[in-house]
């Protein structure tokens, strides 16, 4: 069992700059490939980023590639979301999500945190 907390989520304006963090307990974190999806009212969970278990590898989806940056320490056992240039369809919960791979799809995540709030302002 994994278990997953994430913070750093707020008010921000367009423009603006937050970075979220994932902190994880449990079983090895080492192991496991880490995922952020988001998912706005009335939509569905839309991914994000990965980040392999190595941190060697990552990826984006095309709507935030260049903007945001994955990251991961595992002698903290933290993943970190650095979010640059948000704009206000950014706005969402974003979760934190561990599974074997580090797929694009929610499917391929074993565990999830409770999610953070992320409004950016126009």
């Known amino acids: 069992q994994v278990q997953l907390v994430e913070s750093g989520g707020g008010l921000v304006q367009a423009g603006g700059s937050l970075r979220l963090s994932c902190a994880a307990s449990?079983?090895?974190?080492?192991?496991?490939?880490m995922g952020w999806f988001r998912q706005a009212p009335g939509k569905e969970r839309e991914f994000v980023g990965a980040i392999s278990w190595s941190g060697g590898s990552t990826y984006y989806a095309d709507s935030v590639k260049g903007r945001f940056t994955i990251s991961r320490d595992n002698a903290k056992n933290t993943v970190y979301l650095q979010m640059n240039s948000l704009k206000p369809e950014d706005t969402a919960v974003y979760y934190c999500?561990?599974?074997?791979?580090?797929?694009?799809?929610?499917?391929?995540?074993?565990?999830w945190g409770q999610g953070t709030q992320v409004t950016v302002s126009s």
């Open positions: 999500a561990a599974g074997r791979s580090s797929g694009s799809y929610p499917a391929a995540y074993d565990y």
């Open positions: 449990g079983r090895t974190f080492r192991g496991y490939g």
